[in-house]
């Protein structure tokens, strides 16, 4: 697979190799497992010592939520388009786009934060390694320009373009895998041999201990545990972010040795990735969170930032925020030996560096795949709408736009890796409850061919519903308690609108013409053998609920003085999703009474149809006339009708399409109007 071009939906099916499932799972993972190099300190700083109870309450929600979900997405988008396009194919017309464009938005949240935040934690990582403080630059020893150095070089490989990725993600998910592997199993260990620890955990949360602040609950006991962990573990929601990547990659995904393209198995396959993606991160979830979030092997003061008497954080000589050792790096803390406890004799500053080494690479690479996507994703939708500029798709452009917005947000942020972590998770639960919501609404549409079938779409449906339900409740938590994360996506929601709605409009009197189609082999010979012959030379356009065929040509013969002799040929258009951006009707021929009528179905413009036809019939012969009546009404209506809905002051646009397409004015077609 490369990464150094854009994928668009017509270059995927002839360019695409595929590959073993667990292969796909380990480029989906650069995204998905790279997430434990910063949830643990996240967990925590959100939950407390209960991050343990909330991240097994994350765990079922995957599980027995966003696991049934997305399989069922992938067997609905065995092209790869994901939750994004399963809206796109439930809703019609600008609903359905103006929802793409919110998800585009939300999408790019996820994306956009997943680089910078990666970016920020593989600084945290470096920064906190004592072979790179005594040796950095200057210039290296804050976070913010670590990051902003780490954006700039993903920028720039993407630039130059790089092949292989499937292979050195393997490498880089196996190493990272084991490395943490090896530190969750010394943890978990060490708590098998010394059972006093869990038991002083329990004690203390059992206490009303939580290291919180402000726990939303007051109280102690086992329900108070319960209902606490219940309303906080939308805070952890960062853990469940693989699987919309895992079904955006559903095409790469192998399908059978002697049939790669084979859609079923593909399906299958995808399946299989998503369900033992989950189990890994389940298992690498809950154990992380023991050995980080237990106030055990790592104290809790050494996952908080540092603060004064009065409460307010601590600085270094730098201007960087003094943070406990173990924040946005909970497992290196651990790997380089840092705990109170031994856990094993080879952690130290040998194992650590290895680590943080892993863990950089693959936090880097986690944001090479975040780019991968929004290089993918905005060719994918925008400009088959009609709202990109021009240059969005060129790739370089496009390369250096992400990387400059990228620089700009890790500014915003300055860096931080918990500040950034609301928006993260804002982004990855609403594409998480599109997908519950688009999986519901096609299983709706369903028609059961069978009593059984009708029970068991019921007992879907049922799911579905509760399921989204819980989705609904985790994304509204999480934007109740991170707000920012709901600024920072409604500014990229609100950018990708404004950027899209003016595109949209700057682009309406493109030619948008994309070939015609013909509803049957008949209605084809007449388009070449009469239509496109030479004998009619006026077009006239006809609404038939206006006028009869017989009326409209006799006004038209007696106000234009028309002889007989003068062939007319009529064109009734009908227009279909005027939000769809190209045109390409399906025409049939018909007569009637001796008069030829050309009646054009699936338009998305009236104007655009109009003139595309008319400059088809002129390609033969002498330039044709097109008779139309007056058009009525207020100026900014009708120009607003015609963005929107493909009609509106029409003869005006249909003159103006014409020109801009002919440049030879003698064999341009003339627009009456009259």
Same mark, same amino acid.
């Given at each position: 697979m490369?990464?150094s071009a854009?994928?668009?939906?017509t270059?995927?099916a002839s360019h695409d190799?595929?590959?073993?499932?667990?292969?796909?799972?380990?480029?989906?993972?650069?995204?998905?497992f790279?997430?434990?190099?910063?949830?643990?300190?996240i967990a925590?700083?959100?939950a407390?010592?209960?991050s343990?109870?909330?991240?097994?309450?994350?765990?079922?929600v995957?599980?027995?939520g966003a696991?049934?979900?997305?399989r069922?997405?992938?067997?609905?988008?065995?092209d790869?388009?994901?939750?994004?396009?399963?809206?796109?194919r439930l809703?019609?017309?600008w609903?359905?786009?103006?929802?793409?464009?919110?998800l585009? !938005?939300?999408a790019?949240t996820?994306?956009v934060?997943?680089?910078? $935040?990666?970016?920020? +934690? %593989?600084? *945290?990582h470096?920064m906190?390694?004592?072979?790179f403080t005594?040796?950095a630059?200057?210039?290296?020893?804050?976070?913010l320009?670590?990051?902003?150095?780490?954006?700039?070089?993903?920028?720039?490989m993407?630039?130059?373009g790089?092949d292989?990725?499937?292979?050195?993600?393997?490498?880089?998910v196996?190493?990272y895998?084991?490395l943490?592997?090896?530190i969750?199993?010394s943890g978990?260990?060490?708590f098998?041999?010394?059972?006093?620890?869990?038991?002083?955990?329990m004690?203390a949360?059992?206490?009303?201990?939580?290291?919180?602040?402000?726990?939303?609950?007051?109280?102690?006991?086992?329900?108070?545990i319960?209902?606490?962990a219940?309303?906080?573990?939308?805070?952890?929601?960062l853990?469940m972010?693989g699987?919309?990547? !895992?079904v955006?990659?559903?095409?790469?995904?192998r399908g059978t040795a $002697?049939?790669?393209? +084979? %859609?079923? *198995?593909?399906?299958?396959?995808?399946?299989k990735l998503?369900?033992?993606?989950?189990l890994i991160m389940?298992f690498?979830?809950?154990?992380?969170?023991?050995?980080?979030?237990?106030?055990?092997?790592?104290?809790?003061e050494?996952?908080?930032?540092?603060t004064?008497?009065?409460?307010d954080?601590?600085?270094?000589?730098h201007g960087?925020?003094?943070k406990?050792?173990?924040v946005d790096r909970?497992?290196a803390?651990?790997?380089?030996?840092?705990?109170?406890?031994?856990l094993?004799?080879?952690?130290?500053?040998?194992?650590?560096?290895?680590?943080?080494?892993?863990?950089?690479?693959?936090?880097?690479?986690?944001?090479?795949?975040?780019?991968?996507?929004l290089?993918?994703m905005v060719?994918?939708y925008?400009p088959?709408y009609?709202?990109?500029?021009?240059?969005?798709?060129?790739?370089?452009p496009?390369?250096i736009?992400f990387t400059?917005?990228?620089l700009?947000?890790?500014?915003c942020?300055?860096?931080?890796?918990?500040?950034q972590g609301?928006?993260y998770?804002?982004?990855?639960?609403?594409?998480?409850?599109?997908?519950?919501v688009?999986?519901?609404?096609q299983?709706?549409?369903?028609?059961?061919?069978?009593?059984?079938?009708?029970?068991r779409r019921?007992v879907?449906?049922l799911?579905?519903?509760?399921?989204?339900?819980?989705?609904?409740?985790t994304?509204i938590?999480n934007?109740?308690?991170?707000p920012?994360?709901?600024?920072i996506?409604?500014?990229?929601?609100?950018s990708?609108?404004?950027?899209?709605l003016a595109?949209?409009i700057?682009?309406s009197?493109?030619?948008?013409?994309?070939?015609?189609?013909?509803?049957?082999?008949?209605?084809?010979?007449?388009?070449?053998d009469?239509?496109?012959?030479?004998?009619f030379r006026v077009?006239?356009?006809?609404?038939?609920?206006?006028?009869?065929?017989?009326?409209?040509?006799r006004f038209?013969?007696?106000?234009?003085r028309?002889p007989a002799?003068?062939?007319?040929?009529?064109l009734e258009v009908?227009?279909d999703?005027?939000s769809?951006?190209?045109?390409s009707?399906?025409?049939?021929?018909?007569q009637?009474n001796?008069?030829f009528v050309?009646v054009?179905y699936d338009?998305?413009?009236?104007a655009?149809?109009?003139?595309?036809i008319?400059l088809?019939?002129?390609?033969?012969?002498?330039?044709?006339d097109i008779?139309?009546?007056?058009?009525?009404?207020?100026?900014i209506?009708?120009?607003l009708?015609?963005?929107?809905?493909?009609q509106?002051?029409?003869p005006n646009?249909?003159?103006d399409?014409?020109?801009?397409?002919?440049?030879?004015?003698?064999?341009?077609?003339?627009?009456?109007?009259?």
């Amino acid at each position: 697979m490369s990464l150094s071009a854009p994928v668009t939906p017509t270059s995927k099916a002839s360019h695409d190799r595929h590959y073993l499932w667990w292969l796909i799972m380990c480029l989906c993972g650069v995204d998905y497992f790279s997430t434990l190099g910063y949830q643990p300190s996240i967990a925590f700083d959100g939950a407390g010592t209960l991050s343990p109870i909330a991240t097994i309450l994350l765990v079922l929600v995957t599980l027995l939520g966003a696991l049934p979900v997305y399989r069922y997405v992938a067997g609905e988008t065995p092209d790869g388009v994901g939750s994004v396009g399963m809206i796109e194919r439930l809703f019609r017309g600008w609903t359905g786009k103006i929802a793409v464009l919110v998800l585009i !938005g939300f999408a790019a949240t996820d994306f956009v934060i997943t680089k910078t $935040l990666s970016a920020a +934690d %593989a600084a *945290a990582h470096l920064m906190s390694n004592p072979l790179f403080t005594g040796n950095a630059p200057g210039w290296m020893q804050g976070q913010l320009g670590i990051a902003a150095f780490l954006l700039v070089l993903l920028g720039s490989m993407f630039l130059k373009g790089y092949d292989e990725v499937v292979g050195v993600a393997t490498v880089l998910v196996t190493i990272y895998l084991g490395l943490t592997l090896i530190i969750i199993l010394s943890g978990l260990t060490y708590f098998v041999n010394h059972p006093d620890l869990l038991s002083q955990w329990m004690n203390a949360i059992l206490e009303g201990q939580y290291e919180l602040a402000h726990p939303p609950v007051e109280g102690k006991g086992f329900w108070v545990i319960l209902a606490i962990a219940c309303i906080i573990f939308p805070k952890l929601a960062l853990g469940m972010s693989g699987f919309e990547t !895992g079904v955006l990659h559903i095409h790469l995904v192998r399908g059978t040795a $002697l049939n790669p393209s +084979d %859609a079923t *198995a593909r399906i299958a396959n995808t399946r299989k990735l998503l369900l033992t993606a989950s189990l890994i991160m389940s298992f690498f979830l809950i154990g992380s969170a023991l050995i980080t979030g237990t106030n055990t092997l790592i104290p809790a003061e050494e996952l908080r930032l540092r603060t004064d008497a009065a409460g307010d954080v601590q600085k270094d000589v730098h201007g960087n925020d003094l943070k406990g050792k173990a924040v946005d790096r909970a497992l290196a803390y651990l790997a380089h030996g840092e705990s109170p406890h031994v856990l094993c004799p080879f952690f130290g500053p040998l194992f650590g560096t290895l680590y943080d080494i892993s863990t950089i690479l693959i936090l880097w690479f986690a944001g090479a795949s975040a780019m991968a996507g929004l290089l993918n994703m905005v060719p994918r939708y925008l400009p088959q709408y009609g709202m990109a500029p021009q240059w969005v798709s060129a790739y370089r452009p496009l390369v250096i736009a992400f990387t400059v917005i990228n620089l700009i947000v890790t500014w915003c942020f300055q860096a931080s890796v918990s500040a950034q972590g609301g928006a993260y998770a804002t982004g990855v639960l609403v594409l998480m409850t599109s997908a519950c919501v688009g999986s519901w609404v096609q299983i709706y549409r369903t028609v059961p061919e069978s009593s059984v079938e009708g029970r068991r779409r019921m007992v879907r449906l049922l799911f579905f519903g509760l399921v989204a339900i819980v989705f609904f409740y985790t994304t509204i938590a999480n934007m109740c308690e991170r707000p920012d994360g709901v600024v920072i996506a409604s500014i990229f929601i609100l950018s990708v609108m404004i950027i899209s709605l003016a595109s949209r409009i700057i682009r309406s009197n493109e030619s948008r013409g994309k070939g015609f189609r013909f509803i049957d082999g008949a209605a084809q010979m007449l388009w070449t053998d009469i239509v496109l012959d030479g004998t009619f030379r006026v077009l006239v356009p006809h609404r038939p609920s206006h006028h009869s065929l017989a009326d409209k040509e006799r006004f038209i013969r007696n106000k234009h003085r028309l002889p007989a002799t003068v062939s007319l040929i009529f064109l009734e258009v009908h227009a279909d999703d005027a939000s769809n951006f190209y045109n390409s009707p399906l025409i049939s021929i018909a007569q009637e009474n001796g008069r030829f009528v050309i009646v054009a179905y699936d338009c998305v413009s009236v104007a655009h149809t109009i003139s595309q036809i008319a400059l088809e019939m002129s390609c033969r012969g002498d330039p044709l006339d097109i008779i139309f009546g007056w058009s009525k009404g207020n100026p900014i209506m009708l120009a607003l009708s015609f963005v929107l809905f493909g009609q509106g002051d029409i003869p005006n646009h249909v003159e103006d399409l014409i020109e801009a397409a002919t440049k030879d004015k003698p064999s341009r077609p003339t627009v009456i109007v009259g």
